[in-house]
């Protein structure tokens, strides 16, 4: 990797990787770099692009870095990542995709993402989106996301995509057996002609499972965002989903949530708010010695916390 690529991976890790650790860099379609460890295999996929990941049992606060890098022109790339986490592990894993495009042909990213989560291990899953370059409509991120959370299993995720991809479509399917606990937590920002499409679906199974869903946005210029939830409890379950949006200058924002109950024990919410940006605290700001767009920076900096 040069210099430039470095920069690039640390918008998305927020820090450097250092040779020792457990990781897996890809980049314009092929591994450059990978180590792994007696506790954690990484091998790759015979039959279509992508990894295995194997967490054994024994792991215990560790952490796992697989980002992607895409950085040639019009290049597209589908990568199919299996996580297969024991029983009782706890890991951390810290992914997601950086495209750099200065040219009209479009470059697109498609990861397909697998969670085999056993009894009782913790997974917290880090993942961030990130687009640059000279000219726009030219970066593509996809993802389908496919959940499997055992018993007493729990799985964290957050997951951010900033300004900078122009389009993106985001599907996650979770199913949870008994005891199990999904937290996800949603960040996206869009601007100029960016569009995104979230899509939730999320089986509430086993007994005493439970989902927190907590999706945030800012949508500014012409950008378009539709988040689409369908939660069913099955079983006696809590499930909450909620949709938080700011919108500013043409964009659209659509929401649209779905609850089904199957079960007269199953407790599911939903709440939905798309909003401007408050006067009120645009002026309170203002009077403190800030300009309008440094008050409105500093609002969504706070709403997107």
């Given at each position: 990797?040069?210099?430039?690529?470095?920069?690039?991976l640390f918008n998305i890790l927020n820090e450097e990787i250092d040779d020792n650790s457990v990781h897996n860099i890809r980049k314009n379609g092929k591994t450059i770099s990978r180590n792994d460890s007696d506790e954690i295999k990484i091998i790759s996929k015979k039959d279509k692009q992508g990894i295995e990941i194997f967490v054994k049992s024994s792991v215990k606060n560790q952490t796992i870095q697989v980002p992607v890098l895409l950085t040639t022109e019009g290049f597209n790339d589908t990568v199919y990542n299996?996580?297969?986490i024991e029983a009782n592990a706890e890991v951390t894993i810290v992914a997601g995709c950086a495209i750099h495009n200065d040219?009209?042909?479009?470059?697109?990213h498609s990861g397909v993402h697998k969670f085999n989560i056993g009894k009782n291990a913790k997974v917290r899953y880090i993942e961030k989106h990130y687009g640059c370059g000279q000219v726009d409509s030219n970066k593509v991120i996809n993802t389908d996301t496919i959940i499997n959370l055992s018993e007493s299993s729990s799985l964290t995720i957050e997951t951010v995509q900033i300004s900078g991809v122009d389009k993106s479509l985001r599907n996650t399917v979770a199913v949870l057996e008994m005891n199990s606990v999904l937290e996800i937590s949603e960040k996206l920002m869009t601007a100029s002609n960016d569009e995104v499409i979230s899509n939730y679906k999320i089986d509430l199974k086993g007994m005493n499972s439970k989902v927190n869903l907590i999706s945030r946005s800012i949508a500014k210029s012409n950008s378009s965002q539709n988040f689409v939830s369908e939660l069913v409890g099955n079983n006696k379950s809590f499930g909450h989903i909620e949709c938080d949006a700011i919108i500013m200058d043409n964009a659209k924002v659509?929401?649209?949530p779905k609850i089904v109950a199957k079960?007269?024990?199953?407790?599911?919410t939903h709440e939905a708010a798309i909003g401007k940006i408050s006067g009120e605290q645009i002026l309170k700001l203002e009077t403190l010695g800030l300009t309008k767009e440094e008050a409105e920076a500093e609002i969504i900096k706070g709403f997107m916390k």
């Open positions: 990797m040069n210099n430039e690529d470095k920069d690039i299996d996580y297969n040219c009209e042909i479009t470059s697109i659509s929401s649209t079960n007269v024990e199953a407790e599911l």
